[in-house]
C-alpha cells in the first residue's frame, strides 16, 4: 500500500525490486502481454510486487497505470487478499493504461 496517497500500481521504484520480499513468500506466476506476443515467468510474493516486476520486465514506463487479469478469463486482480488464492504458475495477463483483455484466440481454428 502506498504510503504518501499515491496509487501504489504507478511509479514503482526500479531499485527498490530487491527490497519488496523475502525470497520464501515468492510464488512463481507465468505473464503475458495483452497481445500474448511476450510470455515471461516471474516470482512474487503480492500484486504491487508483481505488477513492479512485470513493469521491468516488459519495459514499461514506471508511470503507466497497470491491471493485472487471468490470461484465461479477464478476471481482474485487484487486491492482494484474491491474489493470494492464485494458484503457482497462474497464468496473468499484464494491461496498460486502456488495454483489455481477448480471449485467446487459437490460430488452427
Known sequence: MATNGE?????VNRLALLEL??????RPFKVVNSTREIRLGL???SLIDLISIAKVK?????????????EVDGTEIDDND????LEPDTTL???VEEEKWTPYRS???
Open 7 to 11: 496509487e501504489p500500481f504507478r511509479g
Open 58 to 70: 516488459l519495459d514499461l514506463e514506471t508511470d503507466h497505470f497497470i491491471r493485472v487479469v487471468l
Open 107 to 109: 490460430f488452427l481454428t
Open 82 to 85: 484474491y491474489f493470494n488464492t
Open 43 to 45: 516470482t512474487a510474493s
Open 93 to 95: 495477463m499484464i494491461l
Open 21 to 26: 520480499s523475502d525470497d520464501e513468500d515468492r
